[in-house]
């Protein structure tokens, strides 16, 4: 059982700490061009998924391809801090949900939830106390093309695989997804590479242009 989390009182930015997880791993794990209905707020939690697959009318059970059935698995006895992950299968321009279907994640205190598909009803996901972060926002039900599959398996988020117990930290600027495993070492390289930041912001203040050396390369 993944337990809920609670997020670190230093918060350091989206790029630091995907700054900071390049050196320590070596696979991309940020994804870009997300949009969510309330854009100055952040997503920060414990990654639960669900897998959603083309939808195949052969195969479509009820009782399995269920939405309410696939979440409740997902985020478990434990919901707060959660955030639920949603894999569009490449599908997206494809709503995989709105309004109605996710104020399960108001009801069961989730923190909230990422896609790289897109989402319904952005007017009613903002006044949501769970944060959302997708493609974009959609006008059709995406239904008769996506289905949900699974919970609480491996998924792929815009290219990046996200496991079941990874941490999500997402705003305006893009999202991250940390192995919980190196996590306390990437959130401290991450701190520090804003405390050099920083340090180096009043360096540039006081700096005299005719000392400059040309040569030189910033980030």
């Known amino acids: 059982m993944i337990d809920s989390v609670q997020e670190p009182p230093e918060r350091p930015s989206v790029a630091a700490v995907t700054d900071a997880l390049g ?5 991309r794990a940020n994804v870009l061009d997300l949009v ?16 959603f697959l083309p939808y195949r009318e052969d195969l479509f059970q009820e009782e399995v391809n269920s939405f309410a059935r696939c979440f409740y698995a997902a985020i478990g006895n434990e919901p707060q801090g959660k955030v639920v992950v949603f894999d569009s299968s490449g599908y997206g321009s494809t709503s995989v949900g709105g309004g109605t279907k996710l104020s399960r ?15 319904r009803d952005f007017r ?5 106390e ?3 972060f997708c493609a974009g926002e959609a006008v059709r039900a995406g239904t008769a093309e996506l289905m949900p599959d699974a919970a609480n398996v491996p998924v792929v988020l815009d290219g990046v695989t996200v496991v079941p117990g990874d941490y999500v930290y997402a705003d305006s600027s893009g999202a991250v997804i940390i192995p919980a495993t190196r996590f306390d070492e990437v959130w401290a390289a991450a701190t520090e590479i804003e405390a050099n930041e ?22």
């Open 105 to 119: 994640l108001s009801n069961t205190g989730v923190a909230g939830l990422i896609t790289d598909a897109r989402l």
């Open 23 to 27: 050196r320590v791993l070596h696979h």
């Open 198 to 219: 920083v340090a180096q912001l009043q360096s540039i203040r006081e700096e005299n242009p005719d000392d400059v050396n040309v040569g030189s390369r910033e980030h």
């Open 124 to 128: 009613e996901l903002a006044e949501y």
């Open 36 to 51: 969510s209905p309330t854009p100055g707020r952040v997503l920060f939690g414990v990654a639960v998924t669900i897998r």
């Open 130 to 132: 769970p944060v959302f």
